[in-house]
């Protein structure tokens, strides 16, 4: 029903900026972004809910990364700064499903999942 692609990643050096973007066909609700590196758990990175209204970020990006949404062209962005070699990993963009699920820090509870962008951060 969903599909979501993201787009934006590539290859900076650390303390530079990327803007990640999720393009959305189909309806989303609250979203979130994840990341990840082989051999690991997929990580929370940030959150946004159905409206805009509420954003969450995990402590590790909290203060560089900024979440938003704009709902008119079904797309969520992701605003990183101050990137570390430490925030190297796919990232992913995801909704869940339904307007009466709220936002999560848990990357079981979100139904639809792009293909995720690759950030690579050179020291």
């Known amino acids: 029903q969903v599909q979501l692609v993201e787009s934006g990643g590539g290859l900076v050096q650390a303390g530079g900026s990327l803007r990640l973007s999720c393009a959305a066909s189909?309806?989303?609700?609250?979203m979130g972004w994840f990341r990840q590196v082989p051999g690991k758990e997929r990580e929370f990175v940030a959150a946004?809910?159905?409206?805009?209204?509420?954003?969450y970020y995990a402590d590790s990006v909290k203060g560089r990364f900024t979440i938003s949404r704009v709902n008119a062209k079904n797309t969520m962005y992701l605003q990183m700064d101050s990137l570390k070699p430490e925030d190297t990993a796919a990232y992913y963009c995801?909704?869940?499903?339904?307007?009466?699920?709220?936002?999560?820090?848990?990357?079981?509870?979100?139904?639809?999942w792009g293909q995720g962008t690759q950030v690579t951060v050179s020291s």
């Open positions: 189909g309806r989303t609700y609250a």
């Open positions: 946004i809910s159905w409206s805009g209204g509420n954003t």
């Open positions: 995801a909704s869940r499903k339904s307007r009466y699920d709220s936002v999560s820090y848990y990357y079981t509870e979100y139904d639809y």
